[in-house]
T-cell receptor, first 114, second 111 residues
């Protein structure tokens, strides 16, 4: 079945450091890819998405490019802030069986120190 | 615009009891999905409903059931609660295919 693998955390960075969180996927066909963010005690917020190969999703300084050849969708940000501390989830859309569900990775916890 | 709302925020039950969780989608969204997020893990798909009909079901036992109402709101029911049902239950609504918007979740604790 379809699956998502993302780098294990936790990740701890200093403010203004460069961030990369790796995400690879296994899927039949060409799913849409997503990054969601979860702040402590809250639900998931859509951060960015890409719907086809070579698409780049971007939002709030975060970027990720849909790489079909490497089945990857790595999240990057050039300069992190303390307010970026959260858990980040990579996900793909699975349209099998008549439904449209999201398949998530296990999440990567990011802590940014001042 | 009001986002996805869920109630209650927190819930404590004992083993064997039954629970009902509620979700109101974003206005105009006809699809509602439910996910279970166990602590430290990513969300797992439970159900999707569209126009009051079940579109998909994840790998959960029959103790889990759901329904969608004419106003597109939804309820998730869990019977005969087990300790392992303790989790954050997330509701998501969508208008277009793929993109789902999540509510704040209901934290269920089973003692």
């Amino acid at each position: 079945g379809n699956s998502v693998t993302q780098m294990e955390g936790p990740v701890t960075l200093s403010e203004e450091a460069f961030l990369t969180i790796n995400c690879t996927y296994t899927a039949t066909g060409y799913p849409s890819l997503f990054w969601y963010v979860q702040y402590p005690g809250e639900g998931l917020q859509l951060l960015l998405k890409a719907t086809k190969a070579d698409d780049k999703g971007s939002n709030k300084g975060f970027e990720a490019t849909y790489r079909k050849e490497t089945t990857s969708f790595h999240l990057e940000k050039g300069s992190v802030q303390v307010s970026d501390s959260a858990v980040y989830f990579c996900a793909l859309s699975d349209r099998g069986g008549g439904s449209e569900k999201l398949v998530f990775g296990k999440g990567t916890k990011l802590t940014v120190n001042p | 615009d009001t986002g996805v709302t869920q109630s209650p925020t927190h819930l404590i039950k004992t083993r064997g009891q039954q629970v009902t969780l509620r979700c109101s989608p974003i206005s105009g969204h006809k699809s509602v999905s439910w996910y279970q997020q166990v602590l430290g893990q990513g969300p797992q798909f439970i159900f999707q409903y569209y126009e009051k009909e079940e579109r998909g079901r994840g790998n959960f036992p029959d103790r889990f059931s759901a329904r969608q109402f004419p106003n597109y709101s939804s309820e998730l029911n869990v019977n005969a609660l087990l300790l392992g049902d303790s989790a954050l239950y997330l509701c998501a609504s969508s208008l277009s295919p793929d993109t789902q918007y999540f509510g704040p979740g209901t934290r269920l604790t089973v003692l």
